[in-house]
């Protein structure tokens, strides 16, 4: 999708932004609704390509899902306005608010729908939907977060997305659990404070962002492409930077967020959730490796059809942003 030659597909990109910036400016339920609701109606026009029936087919299912969502946050709130002073309704209320916005960012356990909408999407479509459609869900979320009720789901992310992503062989599917799963470390972070999850989101999206942006380069949707194409091992050593600092492997830079969530978690006695979260994440790196050694041992020939958008100008922001993983980590050693 190219926005720049396309003005509607702009004014909708526009629109997809200021929606979320109602939403979490806004000083009521009711405002952070319509920002939802703009934003879900901004985001449709994006997806759907009449070329494409897979990406018609996802347009579609993200409608039903959104809309199953914001009918039950719009039930929420107005059951909310009328039984204010109930404590056990106030309890279970918070509860219906966190699962519709948890549905809407398509955590565990209303995930089903994320890798089959991920699967119909173009790379660019896919790093808006796994970054930017996550802030204001998770915003809300955090002004009447139900904190025994996302402890729960924090393990649920955690572990499904570590074990959904172990047989696939799609590469947006693949990213799709990895998201899920980080989605599980991003909650974490807001028990934590507001600060701590921005910062973690910004990371993520910067590892996300190479990832798309070198899937797209590439022309890669199968985890078998990576080794029928012959590429330069310049690519394979960014492709392997960037895979193992998405997974959180302490030299590269995504261990950083990581890490910080780890002392809190620790600090604050939580010993078995952070427990789970190591080992799941090991999981995570461990079908990362696989994807990596496949694609450095395996050196199968070019094909003739095979079409790579990959120019000097992008290689070397490629090469700029895995120079960063790689060193990040020193400079934020210093600084911690």
Known sequence: MNLYNNSSKMFF??????STLISISSNSWIGCWIGLEINLLSFIPLISNSTNLLATEASLKYFLTQSIASIN??????????LLKNFEMNYFLSIMINSSMLMKMGSAPFHFWFPNIVEGLSWFNNFILM???KITPMIILSYYINKN???????LNIIIGALGGLNQTSLRKLMAFSSINNLGWMLSSILI????????????????SIMCLFFYMLNMFYINQLFINNMNSLIKINLLINFMSLGGLPPFIGFFPKW???NFMINNQLYLLIFIMIMMSLIILFFYIRIIYSTFMFNYLKMKWFKIFINNKKFSLINMFSFFSLTGMIFNSFFF
């Not at 990109?13 to 200021?18: D, G, I, K, N, Q």
């Not at 009720?149 to 393990?155: E, K, P, S, T």
């Open 149 to 155: 009720f996302i402890f729960i789901i924090i393990i």
């Open 73 to 82: 946050f719009l039930f929420s709130i107005l059951s909310k306005m009328i």
């Open 193 to 208: 404070s507001e600060n701590m999850w921005m910062f973690y989101l910004i990371m993520y999206s910067f590892l996300i």
């Open 131 to 133: 970054t930017w459609q």
């Open 260 to 262: 910080i969530i780890m």
């Open 13 to 18: 990109f526009f629109m997809l932004m200021f």
